[in-house]
């Protein structure tokens, strides 16, 4: 406790004015956000968040204590451990006790106290696994050296792709991404592999209409449902609000309801529960908002996490550990993409994909890794930083000065 | 640009940080707008939307006019009753695959996923059986407490899946085409196979108008279904597909009416010195209609309940129909369906304020009819062509029919027509039937043999203003009027009706009757009058020629043949008229053959005329709303009035006069046998086209048939009282292919007249 009381006192007096204070006070206003707004669908489990919140405060804590260089140093091994604990959700036959069952997947550890999700561990140590691999390299400036960063982002997603779980596993192909431009990958690269990505869910979803038999074998019927869903909403045709579109055809209509002000807290309550709204404390969270603050309420979460953004930006910026920089900079892209793929499917621009709204939605899992993430920045950003014989990530060709 | 960002960024990193950024910015940009265009472009629609949910709207139905005779007699009335419902997913069998499908995933979670389709499959089949009996059981306690007929039951259900497959098959076709219409290409069937109507969520009517006690004792077996303390109470339970709900029972009081008939009165060869009490049923179907459950669909869109206006919002019409409404069918039920209706009420209760506003339905308006009920049996009576206790609707042989003609009735065969009963001075009418009017039980069961007898004698017609008839020489009474009005005879001027045959040419050719049936010989020169009495065809062939084709049709308009009267009967129809027939065809109209047809009701309307002395009066046959038709005055000659009602006084008095005697086998007799009463009478034997019906054989090859073949008699009569200056009624009868006028109608006006003396009329 000492050690910690010391360490804080520290940062305080070394990230003044530095940005990652705004970080932390952009989650807190979230999760302050989120359990209102789960306060309003679920009183019960508001009550609940607050504890996780309490507990996530004191991860974060703890994050504040290891130096980076120990941070990465572990990375390895602690990407090894989630990938075992990944590993042991898929071993058939486990019982229920240990490995329960819920909406379809086997996704969490019942650890007596709580239901942990590895899945969630599985962000932050692909995070920093990648960039401890990344840190000195430039191999990733060619085309061979993109192979292996692919391969290790595929080590988890292929583990949570069967629990399955396709939305959590999305969410590591654009961190892998953000943090191969960071680190300075050539952008046309990276152009070619966002095409053939947009390519191959372009071809998914023709082959979804004119080959259901060849899609059935990438992807199970009620992923194939939501992208039909999603396709004849956008077309205007309402045949399917009723069935596989219900989630998302409320999740708008409530949304459009909160019109500018929100319909207050008690009416929206009513609302969503009349209509039945599926997940509202979970996915649909950024609907139970903006039904209950309007357009204030969206404008004012699409606020907190630019500023949780930009202020992991000013901290990877200002930072010159190339390990510290990629690390943050992909605590801001998990942070960012996840948020924003969940938003997306709240206001009907994405398919239903089951992931959750960072440090808003309930869960504790889901909360303390973000808040783990929190208090890895903050203790990034603490540190002196390291004298480095040349600044990473510069890849930009020497000028020739005169003739 | 780039330039400018690598002077104020000069390390990669930090533009690569700005890239980042901007990405960021600009996914976070097009999210707000989204959101923007949902909450601020789309918020009131969807606010609107969402908040229905908080407000449940039942309706309240309405409570239906009744409908009254002419001396407030009940012969329609609104009667609340109750409906018993079913879910249509219990109906089509989709509720026990639901619910086997929830048990054996729930009770196989962690195997489901890994089970082939055939296992599955087993597993499904064993768990539907437990609903299977849950259904089987509701069925029949149903029937239980209701006493339904099993046998009515599964016809109900079987009626009802067959309806709303048909209404999903024809949805879906629409889609389809309405998806290829978008996308330019063919759609297959399976891209709208899963969408449903409607009418598959809905619960429909299985069992109508049960008691209340009945209604008590299934509201405890649902209650029970309901009860969340119960033990089971989560388990599906086939009783919370059922319901019941408030409905609206239509009563017709006087569809069954005890008469008594004095038999003393009948032509001889019928006659008994007795009186019969005898039942009439349906009386005054045809006039008073029956209702329907069903509403048609373009009687939905034409009076919607719910309907979108251009700007998409909902609009509710209370008057508007839904699927299953009460409409009526026929009838007064459906002509005055809009003032009969009423408008249904609502209750909106507020699920948040647990409140609720109750808007009170309006009752419908009364209608009353022109027509004594009591009359109406009595004439119904008279034209039963069914029941033997009278048995003037059935073939004779004193009604000289053509022998020659096959198809021509037989002796004791049934005969279809119609009958009116009009008071000349208002237009109303005392009666209107119209035979037969239901199927007869002798027919049996067999459907195929119940449709070739309704083919044939046409049961759901009204033959009072829905059946056109060749007039025959029933108008010339009304075309010698015109004559003398025109001036093309003179009031004492008789015209010869030798040679018997108009043109020397063609001595086949338009003959008089009384050639044709003395074998040449012809009838003395007569004057108006006298050709009235023995409805000489050569007369009426001159005169014809003498007024044209122009002035006749032109006597006929104005005579309204043709037109619709507008009593109020929905059913009327408009006959062919006297216009654009060809020069040729004069001597034809003046004998009423030929390119000219009229209803029953017009030609009661068209006596009427003549009766007032020219005073156009619109007919009614209600009180409400009076015909758009205006009264006016057709300037006939007194004198030419007088005159073809003296003729039509000889024909129903003068032993010459084709209405005067019946000729039976061995006698003759009056065929009017009532006292105190002036008669005036002209019969008609109108040449009818032959009546052909589709026939298929048992190899199930179609053929077309001649079923009846013959002439429509006719007898269109007026009586006066003693004191009376001008004729109080008119009597119009019509028998199809009965043969002589006078012979096969006579006798059934003569009855007539005496049920209006027993109603107090004469």
Known sequence: MNTLANRCMDILRSTKGRGAWYALGGAIALTWIGIEAIRTVAPDHASKQIVWFVVSLVVMAMCLLPRPRVVGLGAYALLVVTLLLLGFLLIPGLPSAVVPRGRGTTAWLDLQIMHFQPSELAKLTFILAMAWYLRFRRTYRQWRGLLIPLGLMLLPVGLIVRQPDLGTAMIFAPTLLVML??????????????????????????????????????????????????????????RYDSSISFQQNKSMQLIGAGQFFGMGAEKTAKLIRWHGLPEARNDMIFTVIVARWGLIGAFLIFTLYLLIIVSMSFVAGRSKDPFVRLAVVGFGGVVFSQASINIAVAIGLLPVTGITLPFVSYGGSSLVIMFAMIGLTINFASLRPPIVSRPSFEFDPPTTVGA | MQRIVRRLFPSMFSRRLLFLMVIACGMTVTLAIQTTHLTISQGGLFRHRIEQILVRHHLIPTLRGAIYDRNDRLLAKHRSSYNVSVGFDVLSGRWVEQCARRQAIKENKDQWRQFTARQRLLLLEKHQVPFRQQVSDLWQML??????????????????????????????????????????????????????????????????????????????????????????????????????????????????????????????????????????????????????????????????????????????????????????????????????????????????????????????????????????????????????????????????????????????????????????ASGEVLAAVSSPWQVPESIGGDRQAIARWEQVNSPWRNRVVGMPYPPGSTVKPLVLAAGYTDGKLEYNQALPCVPGYLDPSQPHHLRCWYYVATNGKSHPNLTGPEAVMRSCNMFFYRLGQRLGTGALGDWYDRFRLGHLTRCGLSEEIATHGASGVSADTAPQMAIGQGPIEWTLVQAAAAYAILARGGVVHPTFIKTQ??????????????????????????????????????????????????????????????????????????????????????????????????????????????????????????????????????????
């Open chain 1, 181 to 238: 431009i960071a680190a300075g990958a050539r952008l046309w690269h990276i152009g070619v592999l966002v095409g053939v990505g947009a390519i191959a869910t372009v071809v998914i979803v023709l082959m979804i209409y004119f080959a259901p038999n060849v899609a059935d074998q990438i992807l199970r019927p009620h992923q194939q449902d939501r992208f039909r869903g999603m396709i004849s909403q956008i077309q205007g045709d309402g």
């Open chain 2, 143 to 424: 029937i239980e407490i209701t006493a339904i007929d099993p046998v009515e039951l599964e016809s109900r259900k079987a009626q009802i899946i067959r309806a709303v497959h048909r209404g999903t098959d024809s949805y879906q076709r629409r889609q389809i085409k309405k998806l290829e219409a978008k996308s330019g290409g063919q759609v297959p069937l399976a891209e709208v196979a899963g969408e449903s109507i409607a009418e598959q969520n809905q619960f429909h009517v299985v069992i109508e108008d049960v008691d209340r006690n009945i209604r008590f004792s299934l509201d405890r077996m649902i209650g029970n279904a309901h009860n969340p303390n119960a033990m089971d109470s989560s388990e599906p339970n086939v009783w919370k597909r059922v319901q019941i709900g408030i409905s609206a029972r239509r009563d017709y009081p006087c569809q069954e009416m005890q008469i008594t008939v004095d038999r003393s009165t009948l032509p001889s060869p019928l006659s008994h010195h007795d009186t019969v009490v005898y039942s009439v049923n349906h009386v005054a179907r045809h006039v008073v209609g029956r209702m329907r459950h069903r509403v048609w669909e373009q009687e939905r869109q034409a009076y919607p309940y719910h309907s979108r206006s251009t700007g998409g919002k909902s609009q509710y019409n209370l008057q508007g129909y839904l699927f299953e409404d009460p409409i009526g069918a026929w009838g007064i039920e459906r002509s005055m369906e809009r003032h009969l209706r009423g408008r249904r009420g609502w209750r909106s209760s507020y699920r948040d304020e647990h409140t609720a506003v109750i808007h009170e339905p309006v009752a419908g308006d009364d209608v009353k009819l022109t027509i004594d009920i009591q009359l109406q049996a009595l004439v119904a009576a008279i034209m039963d062509p069914e029941d033997a206790t009278l048995g003037l609707m059935r073939s004779r042989g004193w009604h000289k029919k053509p022998i020659h003609r096959k198809q021509s009735p037989k002796d004791g065969e049934a005969l279809c027509g119609a009958a009116i009963v009009m008071d000349v």
């Open chain 2, 625 to 762: 709303g009076r015909s758009e038709l205006s009264s006016g005055y057709l300037k006939l000659d007194p004198r030419g009035i007088d005159l073809a009602l003296e003729g039509m006084r000889l024909s129903a008095t003068d032993r010459n006069g084709t209405t005067s005697v019946l000729r039976l086998p061995e006698l003759r007799e009056p065929i009017f046998n009532i006292p105190d009463v002036d008669i005036y009478a002209k019969s008609g034997t109108a040449q009818a086209p032959p009546l052909w019906i589709n026939i298929k054989d048992q190899q199930g090859i179609e053929d077309k048939r001649i079923v009846r073949e013959g002439n429509h008699g006719w007898v269109i009569c007026l009586v006066k009282r003693p004191q009376s200056i001008q004729p109080n009624f008119v009597i119009a009868v019509i028998v199809e292919y009965g043969g002589s006028g006078g012979q096969v109608g006579g006798p059934i006006v003569n009855q007539i007249l005496h049920a209006m003396r027993s109603c107090e009329y004469l």
